[in-house]
């Protein structure tokens, strides 16, 4: 009850309480703040790995048919349509 009727006392008490206050999260805010400099500084870089292939060759002769034709390759790889025109 003595609060009530001391003015100095009520002002200590809560620039006291605002000081431990503001100490204790200041402490709480470093710790989260490092908590996520630890999480996100140990996540693996990641690499991409680009690899070119080679285009194929351009066709000669390329069956246009509705009914379509019979392909052979030769040994080089080429494509041979002999039935179509």
């Given at each position: 009850?003595?609060?009530?009727f001391?003015?100095?006392?009520?002002v200590?008490?809560?620039?006291?309480?605002?000081?431990?206050?503001?100490?204790v999260?200041?402490?709480?805010?470093?710790?989260?703040i490092?908590a996520?400099?630890w999480?996100?500084?140990?996540?693996p870089?990641?690499?991409?790995?680009t690899?070119?292939?080679?285009?194929?060759?351009i066709?000669?002769s390329?069956?246009?048919?509705?009914d379509?034709?019979?392909?052979?390759?030769?040994?080089?790889?080429?494509e041979?349509?002999?039935?179509?025109?």
């Amino acid at each position: 009850m003595s609060i009530l009727f001391s003015p100095f006392k009520l002002v200590f008490s809560l620039v006291s309480f605002a000081l431990e206050f503001a100490i204790v999260m200041a402490i709480l805010y470093t710790i989260v703040i490092v908590a996520f400099i630890w999480l996100f500084g140990s996540v693996p870089e990641i690499i991409t790995v680009t690899e070119y292939i080679s285009a194929p060759e351009i066709v000669e002769s390329v069956c246009d048919r509705i009914d379509g034709c019979r392909i052979f390759w030769d040994e080089t790889g080429k494509e041979i349509c002999p039935d179509c025109n």
